[in-house]
């Protein structure tokens, strides 16, 4: 069964930087994609980035492009998503996602397209 475990959330101040990691297990495919989900208290869930193990391509919302980095260690399974220059309001639980499908231009942020998700890292911004 596949299994997604984040790690790497915390307190961090304005400005700061983190780095978030998702482990994965249980793939019986080496072609798969990972995204990376955020809910904020009150709001809907929004898709952060996404990446493909088969060829690297990534994916980034537009409220985290140049900020956020998203990478990948195919033999570990293991992605992370590098969060540069924080804001308040990055301030959410960050969720990780997979499915055997390769994230695409058209709709990666949609959640319903993920199989499965890992229980959440929560981020808070503040001074």
């Known amino acids: 069964q596949v299994q997604l475990v984040e790690s790497g959330g915390g307190l961090v101040q304005p400005g700061g930087s983190r780095r978030l990691s998702c482990a994965a297990s249980?793939?019986?495919?080496?072609?798969?994609?990972i995204g990376w989900f955020r809910q904020a208290p009150g709001k809907e869930r929004e898709g952060v980035s996404c990446i493909n193990s088969s060829d690297g391509r990534t994916y980034y919302a537009d409220s985290v492009k140049g900020r956020f980095t998203i990478s990948g260690d195919t033999a570990k399974k293991t992605v992370f998503l590098q969060m540069n220059s924080l804001k308040p309001t990055d301030t959410a639980v960050y969720y990780c996602?997979?499915?055997?499908?390769?994230?695409?231009?058209?709709?990666?942020?949609?959640?319903?397209?993920?199989?499965?998700w890992g229980h959440g890292t929560e981020v808070t911004v503040s001074s």
């Open positions: 996602a997979t499915t055997l499908s390769s994230c695409t231009a058209n709709g990666w942020w949609i959640g319903g397209r993920y199989d499965y």
């Open positions: 249980g793939f019986t495919s080496d072609y798969y994609s």
